[in-house]
């Protein structure tokens, strides 16, 4: 069963930084590979739907952003580590919620527990 282990949430204050990660494991034949699978993140606000933060794609080479982050949050993978990261900066107030990691391919997707972020003074 694939396994997604989000780390690295907290509390930051406005204009901070933080480096999200996200360990995934436990691929199988019949799951498929770590390099097959696209990686997201998403955030929950209390109160708010899930919505989707970034993107890259199986292949790495391509990256998606939410309007509201782009330029300050970037995603990246190590598929020798089987890890996902996004860096946050210039963290905002509005940043605040619980982060998730996603694998997706085709109808197989896993999601993480999640991580709280906390953007405060």
């Known amino acids: 069963q694939v396994q997604l282990v989000e780390s690295g949430g907290g509390l930051v204050q406005p204009g901070g930084s933080l480096r999200l990660s996200c360990a995934a494991s436990g691929f199988t034949f019949s799951s498929g590979t770590f390099t097959m699978y696209a990686m997201s993140w998403y955030r929950q606000a209390p109160g708010k739907e899930r919505e989707l933060v970034a993107t890259?794609?199986?292949?790495?080479?391509?990256?998606n952003y939410a309007d509201s982050v782009k330029g300050r949050l970037t995603i990246s993978r190590d598929n020798v580590k089987q890890t996902v990261y996004l860096q946050m900066n210039s963290l905002k107030p509005e940043d605040t919620a619980v982060y998730y990691c996603?694998?997706?391919?085709?109808?197989?997707?896993?999601w993480g527990q999640g991580t709280q972020v906390t953007v405060s003074s």
């Open positions: 996603e694998a997706a391919r085709g109808y197989k997707v896993y």
């Open positions: 890259v794609t199986a292949a790495g080479g391509t990256t």
